[in-house]
């Protein structure tokens, strides 16, 4: 079967047997404990094929996250704009962070994976050797061969000291590493709200592209993205779209190999993804960012 139907098959799952739930940002059908797996073995990128998936788009969104960038100028000048609904004054002021200026998103992912705790002042000042370097500590471990069979490569976006200073608390919550004969690396990921027909296609290319580049950084072979989900949810207005969604025939998935091992885990670009096999995939699906 072709791995994609796991996530149809979710769709298909909260639309028939979802409770349904009014939310902060609109109603909602959910439910509670959702798992897929996806082969990253000889070069697979498991993107997506019954809708286009904004790839690079993705790639960019995780470089910084990686870099621990919170600004969204960053991602703005990059043509990303999936956070601008999340850094305009009158989202921040919602949150309490009327002392925050326009596009500082404060201490989210790439803070807490490079600067885990690090006091936060700003989205400008340079916080290196500041706080915990989790993504450093778990690279460190896996380029030593004594200590890639650790239970403790982890790294935590959930840090309750600074969710209030977060324009938005993390989804995407911990991921852990694993090393399979000392060869084949895999991750999981906790998720513990997931938006089904937005977030949850860009978290399953995320995480994975982040898979591939980890093992080609520490000399591995990338194996397996596994994805745990708490509230996996569909907004009402994503639900005529979804339906769509479900009717077409998955595409194979396209094959990527990076061309070059760098140094510095931060200095990856789009640049170095080569397509092996290309992408081909079904129309784009309109679905509204719910903020």
């Known amino acids: 079967m072709h791995e994609e139907h796991q996530y149809l098959h979710l769709i298909r799952d909260v639309l028939n047997n979802g409770d349904h739930q009014e939310t902060r940002n609109g109603g909602t059908k959910s439910i509670f404990g959702a798992s897929m797996r996806f082969s990253l073995r000889d070069g697979k990128m498991p993107l997506l094929t019954t809708k286009r998936v904004a790839w690079k788009t993705c790639f960019s969104e995780l470089q910084w996250f990686i870099r621990g960038q919170t600004s969204n100028d960053i991602l703005k000048d990059m043509n ?8 305009t004054r009158e989202f921040l002021d919602s949150r309490g962070l009327t002392h925050r200026p326009e596009g500082d998103l404060g201490p989210i992912y790439g803070h807490q994976w490079r600067h885990f ?13 500041k706080g915990i370097d989790q993504l450093q500590i778990v690279i460190n471990m896996l380029k030593d061969p004594l200590q890639r069979s650790s239970r403790r490569m982890i790294v935590s976006a959930w840090n309750p000291c ?3 200073e977060m324009a938005l608390p993390p989804c995407h919550v911990m991921m852990q590493f694993y090393v399979r004969e000392g060869r084949y690396l895999s991750c999981s990921l906790y998720q513990r709200s997931g938006d089904i027909g937005l977030g949850v296609p860009f978290n399953i290319a995320s995480y994975s592209f982040l898979t591939h580049l980890t093992a080609k950084h520490c000399g591995l072979e990338a194996d397996e993205f596994v994805y745990f989900l708490g509230n996996a949810h569909i907004y009402d207005d994503h639900k005529e779209a979804l339906e769509v969604q479900c009717t077409r025939v998955p595409k194979p998935f396209p094959k990527l190999n990076i061309k070059k091992q760098r140094t510095n885990i931060n200095d990856y670009s789009i640049s170095d993804i080569e397509w092996i096999e290309g992408y081909e995939h079904h129309e784009g699906i309109k679905m509204k960012m719910v903020a």
């Open 80 to 87: 990303v704009h999936i956070w601008d609904d999340n850094a």
């Open 117 to 129: 705790n690090a006091t936060y002042e700003n989205c400008h000042n340079d916080y290196s050797g």
């Open 162 to 164: 600074q969710l209030d």
